[in-house]
């Protein structure tokens, strides 16, 4: 499978990463960010979303545990959800709010601290792992599936040393 790893030097070089990322999603796409507090997951996740047209305010759904957003790819209106799970009390609620039923369909789906669902989570086409390295962040994408893979295969990125 794809795997690339990499070092964003600072918020511009996850804003970068986030806009690369935004030019090879797919409507169906699910995305894990896996990281410490502070590692960059919804800065990630932001200029992800901005990159790929919406206009609106970004806001991190760690109380809320999911955000929707309506993006557009290629002429065609695709919902977004963005998922927090740092504050799930059990894996059981992620079943409980019906998160499951948003995977796949057509819908893309990132997650930050995907590992608080206990393996209840269907699986990412892409993992990402975010670490704090000095002043910069070190990150690793790792395709999971074939889906992941073809993403990962069109990714043009080159952060700035």
Sequence with gaps: MQYWRGYLKDED?????GASLARVLVPGLSMHLHGDLGAGKTSLTR?????????????SPTYTLAEPYSITLNGQPVEFLHFDLYRMGSPEEFIDAG??????????????????????????????????????????????????????????FSPAL
């Design 99 to 156: 998160f499951r039923e948003h995977f796949g369909a057509g819908k893309i789906c990132v997650v930050e601290w995907p590992e608080q669902a206990g393996g209840l989570l269907p699986p990412a086409d892409i993992d990402v792992v975010l670490c704090i390295e000095g002043n910069g962040r070190g990150v690793e994408l790792r395709a999971d599936t074939a889906l992941g893979a073809s993403c990962l295969e069109k990714l043009h």
């Design 47 to 59: 200029a992800l979303l901005h990159a790929a047209g919406h206009e609106g305010r970004v806001k």
């Design 13 to 17: 070089g996850t804003r970068s990463l």
